[in-house]
């Protein structure tokens, strides 16, 4: 028999052993955003870029006052040379000279062709029966019934000594047509019919005085004209001298 002592102990059952496992890196961590402005506030957003800050209000504004004065000044009118000057006071004169025309065709008519017959007693008896027609259209041509007289007064002048100059032009232009020339046409139509009317022929003596003494005035306006201009030359208005009547002084 076998010694119990010698006996060896059973052992005990052992677990079995694992193969080792193969370690696999973590994915790295995403980084942290930014800390954001004070106060809170989300930071910079990966692939978006912040436009830049605009300007301030106040330099808006300072832009946009330049640009309002470069406008501005660019609209103001250039001052303009003597020449240029005359070239516009001389448009006026023949836009004058233009409306004045059919009055003065009109009064010389009537002493040609009516009142120097009359005072010599050549009148023919055909042209005493029409006198009255002719003469009623030649006192609407000395008239503001005449589109050219009423345009006349309403001419627009510029803003300078010349200007002032084609004011007074205008007003003496005025004048001759519509009071001289027209009581002189009515004077020489009352001598058609009654020859020796005394109170027509005086007043047709002062409308010739009249008609002369504008004539004068508006030659002197336009001399003072060309002065403001330096000498610059000027076109005349084209009032005609009328031959003053003799039968007044009978």
């Known amino acids: 028999m076998t010694d119990p002592s010698s006996r060896r102990a059973p052992r005990a059952p052992q677990a079995p052993v694992e193969a080792p496992v193969e370690a696999h890196p973590l994915p790295p961590l995403p980084p942290e955003p930014a800390a954001g402005p004070p106060g809170g506030g989300l930071g910079p957003i ?6 830049a800050p605009g300007r301030p209000w106040y330099k808006r504004w300072a832009l946009w006052v330049v640009v309002l004065a470069a406008a501005i000044i660019a609209d103001l009118p250039k001052p ?13 004169l023949k836009e004058i000279s233009t409306d004045v025309h ?16 009359v005072t010599h007693d050549t009148l023919p008896a055909a042209s005493r029966t ?3 027609q002719y003469l009623s259209q030649d006192q609407q041509a000395c008239s503001f019934v005449n589109t050219g007289i009423f345009g006349m007064s309403t001419i627009t002048v510029p803003n300078s000594a010349a200007g002032r100059q084609l004011s007074a032009i205008i007003k003496t232009a005025l004048e001759w047509c519509t009071s001289d020339a027209n009581g002189a046409i009515a004077d020489i139509e009352t001598l058609v019919t009654q020859p020796g009317d005394r109170a027509a022929l005086e007043d047709l003596a002062t409308r010739e005085r009249l008609l002369a003494a504008d004539r ?4 002197r306006d336009i001399r003072a004209a060309e002065a403001a201009l330096d000498g610059l030359p000027l076109p005349s208005i084209g009032l005609p001298s009328l031959p003053h009547p003799t039968a007044s002084s009978s």
């Open 130 to 132: 029409f006198a009255h």
């Open 46 to 51: 990966p692939g978006f870029t912040r436009p």
């Open 80 to 92: 303009q040379s003597d020449t240029q000057k005359a070239a516009v006071v001389a448009a006026v």
């Open 216 to 219: 004068a005035a508006a030659v």
């Open 102 to 117: 059919p009055c003065e065709y009109a009064v010389s008519e009537a002493f040609r062709t009516f009142y120097d017959p």
